[in-house]
């Protein structure tokens, strides 16, 4: 037994080494504000050729979040980080986010992901911004084409009606392929000074 914990102990240290520690680029605030615009405008322009309808769900949505994540998967562990920004739909107001992951099942890849999450409902925006810890199970395979990839699996489409928002996922290099139960960690974060 001590064994088999020493070796899920290595595999878990593997997979979060793998994934790295992702952080808002940039050596200053005005840097970093400056590095979630052009992901912003990036991730928007390839959702909204992707996915034309997006764009007016956009405009009548509470709020959108538009994130940039890596994410590792190796037999029994996978791990991802990344980072964030939702958007406040009538004020325009920005929070800034980091996400950090954790997968416990089968499968292997590697992949830059930036999912979208546009929201319908006031209330689970703002759960959203405040920080979140979510469970999440199912099997996902995604790959990129072109430019800018597709996923698909557990946890994307549209959930609007059900959940009050919908998850918009776009692959940016990597291939996997996994089943997997995990939990994902959302918390806000503020800019350098």
């Given at each position: ?70 994410i590792t998967k190796i037999p029994m562990v996978g791990a991802g980080?990344?980072?964030g920004v939702a958007i406040h739909n009538k004020t325009g107001e ?79 290099a990597g291939v996997s392929v996994t089943w997997t139960v995990g ?11």
């Amino acid at each position: 037994m001590k064994s088999l914990t020493r070796i899920g102990c290595i595999l878990l240290y593997l997979a979060v080494g793998m994934s790295g520690c992702a952080s808002i680029p940039g050596n200053t605030g005005q840097e970093q504000a400056e590095a979630m615009d052009a992901l912003v405008a990036q991730t928007l322009a390839d959702l909204y050729k992707q996915e034309p309808k997006t764009k007016e769900k956009i405009a009548d949505s509470a709020g959108y979040a538009i994130m940039s994540g890596k994410i590792t998967k190796i037999p029994m562990v996978g791990a991802g980080s990344g980072y964030g920004v939702a958007i406040h739909n009538k004020t325009g107001e920005k929070t800034y986010l980091e996400i950090s992951e954790l997968d416990i099942g089968g499968g292997w890849g590697a992949r830059s992901v930036r999912p979208v999450i546009i929201f319908r409902n006031q209330k689970k925006f703002k759960e959203f911004i405040k920080g979140v810890w979510s469970a999440k199970a199912g099997a996902e395979a995604s790959a990129k084409v072109k430019e800018a990839g597709a996923a698909g699996g557990a946890g994307s489409g549209d959930l609007a009606g059900k959940r009050g928002y919908s998850v918009h996922l776009i692959t940016d290099a990597g291939v996997s392929v996994t089943w997997t139960v995990g939990v994902i960690r959302v918390k806000p974060v503020k800019l350098k000074p």
